[in-house]
């Protein structure tokens, strides 16, 4: 059966990515919309990009607003202004944040009267204007991925929009930006990355190609993140923490994430957990409640990893839960207790966030079968 492979046009990625990108960056348009955050002012970090634009004489115009995972509200705004300064191309600047923004805005300024939330469940496969993605944490791998993630603040749902057309024409992989994070986004961001790749190998979607990536990110963050935690200033943990998160986006961008993404999303929506933290949260649950169904695959895990040498499949998968459970504990994930969610609020919306997550299609990815009423349960397993 003959399968189709999306990557980015072009990745530039190191140390000094960002200087040397200067002559393509030239050649995609004439003022670029720089979509970041406040955060992103404060450290300096913008600076850096407009500094390279300037030395080859490309106007721009910044838009900051993305300070939280984005809504629609924000891309409306982005949208206005985008249209406004006669901009030609796009810059993202920061974590999945703003480049989950500037693929929706890029999406929207083609069709500006048409509403957000009725590209839910379409394919966005239309020429858009030059898209740059320069991340800052080493997670999302939304700079690879033709996903976006945006919420829409009158249902409380955080859509899932998509199209290969969303993909980011250059994606600048620069490990002085993930210096910059702070320890809890290095964690959160870094399982983030992780549950990509897992799940990419696991879901009933994968292919060889995605097969490739999804085993070298798994290895490069189990070798690497806890030092990028525990070390923030060691480049090469930086720059193999951001190979991972590339590789993990190029995996699950060809098979699709699986449960714990599916059940992540409507926490986030009803709680404003971050997307990162609310993954790290699922994981352990997750993987043992499907691990009877994808036994072979977390034993190919845990041997490529250099976990175990053990042949017997249920022994090594059993292996891979142990690392994984041990990772999460050495990251010092919180547990939703711990992150002062309402309990009550919580146990009234099981139902709407099963519902969700049924709804957003990646739990029919997970190999094993997953009910409403089962990812109720899993919930529930949280506390």
Request: some cysteine.
């Amino acid at each position: 059966m003959a399968t189709t492979f999306l990557t980015p046009s072009k990745i530039i990625c190191g140390s000094n990515a960002l200087d040397s990108s200067a002559k393509t960056l030239a050649k995609l348009g004439t003022k670029a919309f720089i979509i970041t955050d406040n955060i992103m002012i404060q450290l300096g970090n913008l600076d850096k990009v407009l500094q390279v634009l300037e030395s080859q004489n490309i106007a721009y115009s910044i838009y900051s607003e993305v300070n939280s995972e984005p809504t629609d509200t924000m891309i409306i705004n982005g949208l206005a202004q985008y249209q406004k300064e006669n901009c030609d191309f796009f810059i993202a600047l920061g974590g999945g944040s703003p480049i989950d923004s500037m693929k929706a805005i890029a999406m929207m300024s083609i069709n500006p009267q048409r509403k957000l939330n009725t590209y839910m469940g379409k394919s966005v496969e239309y020429a858009l204007p030059k898209k740059v993605a320069i991340p800052t944490t080493a997670g999302t791998g939304s700079e690879a991925t033709q996903f976006t993630i945006i919420t829409d603040t009158e249902n409380d749902v955080k859509m899932l929009l998509k199209g290969s057309s969303l993909i980011p024409d250059l994606a600048i992989i620069d490990p002085q930006f993930t210096k910059t994070a702070p320890k809890n986004v290095t964690s959160a961001t870094g399982i983030d990355a992780l549950c990509h790749a897992i799940e990419a190998y696991t879901s009933r979607l994968s292919q060889p190609l995605s097969d490739t990536f999804a085993l070298s990110a798994v290895k490069r963050i189990f070798k690497n993140l806890v030092i990028a935690y525990e070390h923030g200033d060691n480049e090469e943990a930086r720059i193999q923490m951001s190979l991972a998160a590339l590789e993990a986006g190029i995996a699950f961008n060809n098979s699709s994430v699986t449960i714990v993404h599916g059940m992540s999303r409507p926490i986030g929506a009803l709680f404003h957990l971050p997307h990162g933290l609310s993954n790290a949260v699922l994981l352990k649950v997750c993987m043992k409640y499907i691990k009877s169904d994808v036994t072979k695959q977390f034993a190919e895990l845990a041997r490529y990893c250099e976990m175990t040498q053990e042949s017997n499949d249920l022994k090594a998968a059993d292996c891979f839960i142990e690392e994984l459970i041990s990772l999460l504990s050495k990251l010092h994930i919180p547990t939703l207790a711990e992150l002062n969610i309402d309990k009550d609020k919580f146990f009234s919306s099981l139902e709407k966030m099963a519902h969700d997550a049924a709804v957003s299609g990646s739990p029919a990815n997970t190999r094993k079968e997953i009910s409403e009423d089962a990812m109720i349960s899993l919930y529930k397993k949280l506390w």
